[in-house]
């Protein structure tokens, strides 16, 4: 059973929308997955109870509810059935909760947006999965998604320079489409909607389902981690590399950054405080996390 975590602390960032489409492209391939809804709002539980007993089967746990008639281990059971779960984690989720949402995790996902907010607050989100969960770069189970991007545009440009700092692959850049409104509105996914509405989104999901399919690494203490400017996980020598760099790639190249593109703000650049090989804080102390 594979345990995938959508998570970003900044609200908005479009966590609920990754995971109940990807609960969905799993399902109508014959898995059952199961949503594991944290997120107070209650939105993938909505979702999943709103759909059609036609339509291929979703198990949901709400577990942002607390019932006190049983145990919390029991109200977090997950079928035997399951083959994988969705954890859809919540907005302003503090970082000493970090390594517990992630501990069993064999995939993180952190979307962000083409702000400047949003871009903060990933670079902050990032460095304490690093720092305080311990996830290290070795272990092909951090991505990041580009969501609702528009192309040739400076701000996404700008974006994709700093995802590209981050020593972490872009599993995926997902355009700003109305089909995910109208896919949630119906309770389905986009890959359950007609194929030659939804053909470019489709596609846009292919390097994140094949990062998915790729196995989680063990940690080689002392092994260099991805460099600050690759878009590709770090992986051994031979085929193997070749595959995790293929699955990594973000797609299609983004367009150049021409000149006079203005700086990232700060926040950017603070993962150069981050050793790459091993993952510790170094020196000199990060600033407060804004989110």
Request: charged fraction near 20%; proline fraction near 9%.
């Amino acid at each position: 059973m594979q345990r995938i975590v959508v998570l970003n602390p900044k609200g908005g960032s479009g966590k609920t929308t990754i995971a109940i489409n990807l609960a969905s492209y799993l399902a109508s391939r014959g898995h059952n997955p199961v949503l594991m809804d944290y997120d107070p709002q209650g939105s993938s539980t909505r979702w999943v109870k709103k759909r059609l007993p036609n339509q291929a089967p979703i198990h949901v746990i709400a577990a942002f509810e607390k019932d006190g008639r049983t145990t919390r281990a029991f109200q977090l059971r997950v079928p035997g059935e399951a083959t994988h779960v969705i954890v859809d984690t919540p907005a302003a989720l503090e970082p000493r909760h970090l390594p517990e949402m992630t501990r069993d995790a064999d995939k993180v996902i952190v979307p962000v947006l083409p702000s400047d907010i949003d871009i903060n607050a990933c670079s902050n989100c990032v460095r304490d999965l690093l720092l305080v969960a311990k996830i290290k770069r070795d272990e092909n189970r951090l991505g990041v998604i580009a969501n609702r991007i528009r192309r040739n545009t400076l701000i996404y440009q700008a974006l994709i320079r700093f995802l590209h700092t981050l020593g972490v692959p872009i599993v995926a850049t997902l355009r700003d489409s109305q089909n995910y409104v109208r896919a949630a509105q119906l309770s389905v996914g986009v890959h359950e909607m007609k194929s030659y509405v939804v053909q470019e989104d489709v596609e846009q999901w292919l390097p994140l389902t094949q990062w998915l399919e790729t196995p989680r690494r063990p940690h080689v203490p002392g092994s260099h981690g991805t460099s600050p400017t690759s878009t590709s996980a770090t992986a051994p020598s031979g085929a193997a590399s070749t595959d995790a760099a293929a699955a990594a790639a973000p797609g299609p190249a983004p367009p150049s950054i021409p000149a006079g593109v203005p700086e990232l703000p700060v926040a950017a650049t603070e993962m150069s405080r981050v050793d790459s090989e091993n993952d510790v804080e170094s020196t000199q102390p990060l600033p407060a996390i804004a989110v």
